[in-house]
């Protein structure tokens, strides 16, 4: 079981949370010269740097005499374990009516954290995550500021999400059904519908169009239809230290 993480946008952070997202894609980068073999997904048992690896099979050379092979290791395989990054923030204290500094009592989820190695410093305190709403911190000096940080810079001990991944498989992004979208996080017709309703519009979005403009938002080459990692996933809400923790128990049970 290898751990892994993933940074996933605010909406979807909703989507998991709701139980609506159960599947992501993830580009697979295919380098420059190199060909895909097939969809076939491979472990590598040879002598080799990647033996024992799991990946997707490229080749260059062939029909030369010095053909190639080489692997594209695949991002997590079946039981790995991703933890969930999002956007964040910690809030340390509050302040009274009077601008005494008081500690804060949580009114939105929050994690717990003591010295949280962050940067150059530690936190300690309560995270708090966009998700769930904007919020705004006053400095020591009870100025407004915002101290939301990025996604890609949450610490593992801040992780509030675990996907225990189900299947990993190969394909074009543009391979995706409505079903799998709806899989991805999309609205349903029914909800699609209801949306157009609400904003007086005589149209509305399939769910496989939402998410082309999802992809298109975020990477900008659905028209190119790169091949893609296709992974689907059971999730886990809470952070992945305690996941491991109660799977080390139930194997020690058994």
């Avoid at 895909?36 to 260059?60: E, F, N, Y």
């Avoid at 996604?151 to 999400?161: N, T």
Wanted: hydrophobic share 35%; with cysteine.
């Amino acid at each position: 079981m290898k751990e892994t993480c993933f940074p996933f946008t605010a909406d979807m952070v909703i989507a998991l949370l709701e139980d609506r997202k159960l599947a992501t894609r993830r580009p697979l980068k295919v380098p420059e010269g190199w060909q895909l073999r097939d969809r076939d997904l491979c472990k590598i048992t040879s002598s080799h740097p990647k033996k024992g690896k799991w990946g997707a099979l490229i080749r260059r050379g062939v029909g030369t005499d010095f053909p190639e092979s080489d692997l594209v290791t695949a991002p997590c395989f079946v039981g790995d374990l991703v933890w969930v990054r999002e956007t964040w923030g910690v809030i340390s204290h509050s302040f009274d009516e009077d601008g005494n500094m008081v500690e804060w009592t949580p009114d939105r989820p929050a994690l717990p954290v003591r010295e949280l190695k962050y940067g150059k410093g530690y936190y300690t305190g309560n995270v708090i995550y966009r998700a769930d709403g904007e919020m705004r911190w006053c400095n020591d000096f009870e100025e407004e500021i915002s101290a939301w940080h990025p996604s890609i810079h949450m610490p593992k001990a801040a992780s509030r999400i675990t996907l225990k991944v189900t299947d990993v498989r190969i394909e074009q992004v543009q391979d995706i059904t409505e079903e799998q979208a709806v899989l991805e996080g999309m609205p349903t017709d029914e909800e699609s519908q209801r949306m157009a309703v609400e904003s007086g519009l005589s149209w509305y979005q399939k769910p496989v169009t939402w998410f082309k403009n999802l992809w298109d938002g975020i990477y900008g080459d659905w028209d190119a239809n790169p091949y893609v990692w296709v992974i689907e996933f059971e999730v886990i809400n809470k952070n992945i230290s305690l996941v491991v923790e109660e799977l080390k128990q139930q194997e020690s049970a058994a």
